[in-house]
Structures are given as C-alpha cells and as structure tokens.
C-alpha cells in the first residue's frame, strides 16, 4: 500500500516562509493534495496539486511537485499565527477508487 | 450548510457502552469514508460505503466496529462495547464521484469520543 511520509513539527517565525515536506511511495496519476487542520476541526483542503505539473501557485501558497523523487513540498509565504495548524499531505492510492493515504501531518507553529 | 455534517461532535461512554456517530455526506455525494485519528497520529482510513454498499473496510477493526450507509438518512459508524483504546477522533469525508481522483474528499469536524 501508500506509504506516505512528513516531518512532525516546524517552528517558523511570523513573516518568513514555511516549507512542508512529503515524500510518497506510490502514487496513480491523479492529483495530490494538502489539508489543514486547526484545533478541534476538521480537515479543510487546502490546495492541490495535479500529477502532470510541477508547481503550482495559489496566492501565498506553493505546491512542488517532484515526480521522480516522490516528493511534494508546501510553501506558505509571509506565514501569519492564523496559519498556525497541522498540514496534512493525502496521496491517491493506486486502485480502483480514490482511496487517499495521509501522511501523519506537519504541526506549524508560527512565532510572534 | 451545505458541508458535510457529523453529530455528536463529543460523545463520552462508558466502558462496555455502544457508540453511534453520525454522517450526513455534502448534496449530491453519494461516497463516504470514515477515519480515525488518535492522539499524536494522522488519519487512519477505517471503511468506504457508497449507498447500500460496504465498498472497503479494509481499515476497520473486524470485531465491535460496523459501518452503513442506509438509502434514506445518515451514515453510521458504530462501535459496540467499547474501551478505552477507542478513544479518538473519527472524521467522515464524503465526494461526488467514485474514481475520478480530481474530486477531492471533503471532511466534516469530527466526533471526539472518550471512553471513561
């Protein structure tokens, strides 16, 4: 099955950028896809991405994609304490039907 | 609201007791997927159903844990005489289309369960 991997945690300070990891052992061609979740809610998508692209740019917001490697990347520009959550990456499994594995998700602090 | 709807939002049982949560899918989806997240860990698919029809439940535990969605009303995912482990937080997600991966699966807040 999907194996899909990111780091726990990223401190950042308010202003800078933020870069989120996700690296993936398989995947269909379809598209992938980061989620946010804050505390106590659930999972809102946030962005995505389609397999046959390698960037892709939505306001403060950057989605890499390295196919070869199997390693998608989130940026978030002039981070602000509202981006404060944990970022998930989901992957398609290869299958019959959308079947998407998590990663374990990324905790961004963002400082002051 | 036209998202997709879980209830409770907290639920606490007992030991032994049986837990109901609920899914209402967003208009116009017709697949759910449920999925637990324990403390400090992601998400962890447990079961796909379209209406009528368990697809995958290849996530969920064989024993204690069922799952439905009936033709009229919501989806229920229901855990009997549960124990502490089963403390969680279970998410419902629900899309339009099945295998058309350019339809991403929308989430509703959750059911926190704690087990007492």
């Known amino acids: 099955g999907e194996d899909v991997e990111q780091s726990l945690f990223l401190s950042v300070r308010e202003g800078d950028s933020s870069v989120i990891n996700c690296t993936y052992t398989d995947s269909s061609s379809t598209y992938l896809y980061w989620y946010k979740q804050e505390p106590g809610a659930g999972l809102q998508l946030l962005t995505y991405?389609?397999?046959?692209?390698d960037m892709k740019q939505d306001q403060r917001l950057t989605v890499l994609l390295n196919k070869k490697d199997k390693h998608l990347s989130l940026r978030i520009a002039d981070t602000q304490t509202g981006d404060s959550a944990i970022y998930f990456c989901a992957v398609p499994n290869s299958g019959g039907y959308q079947k998407v594995t998590f990663g374990i998700g990324t905790k961004l602090q963002v400082i002051p | 609201n036209a998202g997709v709807m879980q209830n409770p939002r907290h639920l606490v049982r007992r030991r032994g007791q049986e837990a109901r949560l609920r899914c209402s899918p967003m208009?116009?989806?017709?697949?759910v997927y449920w999925y637990r997240q324990l403390p400090e860990e992601g998400l962890k698919f447990m079961v796909y159903?379209?209406?009528?029809?368990?697809?995958?439940e290849s996530g969920m535990p064989k024993e204690r844990f069922s799952a439905e969605f009936p033709k009229e009303g919501p989806s229920i995912l229901r855990i009997q005489q549960v124990v502490r482990g089963d403390s969680a937080a279970y998410f419902c997600?629900?899309?339009?289309?099945?295998?058309?991966?350019?339809?991403?699966?929308?989430f509703g807040d959750g059911t926190r369960l704690s087990i007492l």
């Open positions: 159903l379209q209406k009528e029809n368990i697809i995958d």
């Open positions: 991405i389609f397999s046959n692209m």
């Open positions: 208009k116009g989806h017709s697949h």
């Open positions: 997600a629900s899309s339009p289309v099945e295998g058309l991966s350019n339809q991403p699966q929308h």
